[in-house]
């Protein structure tokens, strides 16, 4: 109900009177009054306030990360395909399952595409509520007709290949793995790169992003997810290899007739299954690791950014002590000219201890360094170990000059600015 209410223009149609007639047909200085004539069961019914459906799901996570699923699925498919190499001969002579040439078999990647567009197409419908679903007329009917098709064109394309290439038709293949490229380009395009649109998925307009940070942006994924997909292929090659070394039977390397001629085997069933557990497996932590990838190349895209704010003085920044040169910086950023000309015997700005002191208690109040380490850090050699309380922190203090303050105490140099 709550979107119902925060949408005037849905609200204007949904609430009705007893009658069948709109609340707010009603003029306005009647309204009021008309409030005991609506018809709240027939108002505020799921099919015209529901938005969603209120369901525990992973329908609803799937359609809102699918981006993610569908970009590592991909990714990981072409991987396996770049590292298994060519199936050898099958006894019967047939093509393999999963094709002989590596371009048919790149191009049965490619029917991932339409799968993953039909079940995020299920997610959305799951979550969806009943009062934002299409009436089911001729024109949600030929809508629904053509993006069938649109979808079903990568499907189309591929058997197109398949049978070119069990004919050994080398032009007609050739055109076919084309046509098959550009229809599951476009699809993967549209999938990753164009966001759903009506006010239903952006409920607000998106940021503006300028063209530099978004080329930064997509600059920064590509060359993480290319590090995760070149390590990736090394460990694809390695559980491969592990499979053939165990001799595990591979249903994607075999024809459908050897299929059929062993589906009774024992060994059939024990060895599918621990081929999808290994597969399976590896896809969870090529999916996992995202997040490794993602933090290095951060902390490199940080170091770069540092160096690049730092004037790319790479050797003070690698040699220098940052720590020991907080006073004269702090002197040189924040305090004015006057304060820092006239230094004491120990080079010291007479400004600066008592600055650096009041922090000091102002951290001690707060519990974020104790006594021991207040009085190590501390210029004052005797005034340490008194009580810090928020009068004495409130209180501004006594008015005195610079040279006046250095003269009334004495300092000690802490260790930490030697």
Partial sequence: ????????????????LADGSRLFEVPQAERFAALLKVDWRASLHASKTKTHREVHSLWGVFG????VWLLHTVLFAAGLVAVTGDPPATADGETPLGGADTAVRFAAVGLLVPVHAAIWWVARWQVKGSAVRPYRGLAWFCGALGNAVGWLGPLASFAAVRYAAELRRDLELK???????????????FLLLVPRAGERYQLWAPTPVPLRKRCVRYTFWFVVMAMKFLLGTYIFRGVFEALVEMDVFMPGRQSPLDLLDIRHSSKLGADILLWIMVWFTTYFLFLSDTQLWFTIACAFLGAVTTL??????????AFEDPVALIMP???EKVLPPCYCER???????????????????????????????????SFSASETGRCVDWPSLSSPGPRRSPEEA???RRFRLPDLFR
Wanted: aromatic share 12%; glycine share 4%; with cysteine.
């Fill in 1 to 16: 109900w709550n979107e119902l209410f925060c949408d005037p223009e849905r609200l204007v149609e949904a609430i009705v």
């Fill in 343 to 377: 230094k004491t015997d120990a080079l010291i700005p007479p400004a600066f201890p008592a600055m650096w002191d009041r922090i000091l208690e102002f951290m001690r109040y707060e519990d974020k360094i104790d006594n021991q380490l207040m009085g190590d850090l």
């Fill in 175 to 189: 055109v076919s793995l084309c046509v098959h490229g550009a229809l599951t380009l476009f699809g993967l395009s």
């Fill in 329 to 331: 910086r702090f002197c």
């Fill in 64 to 67: 809102s990360t699918h981006r």
């Fill in 308 to 317: 690049a704010q730092r004037g790319c003085r790479v050797f003070s920044f």
């Fill in 406 to 408: 250095a003269a009334k």
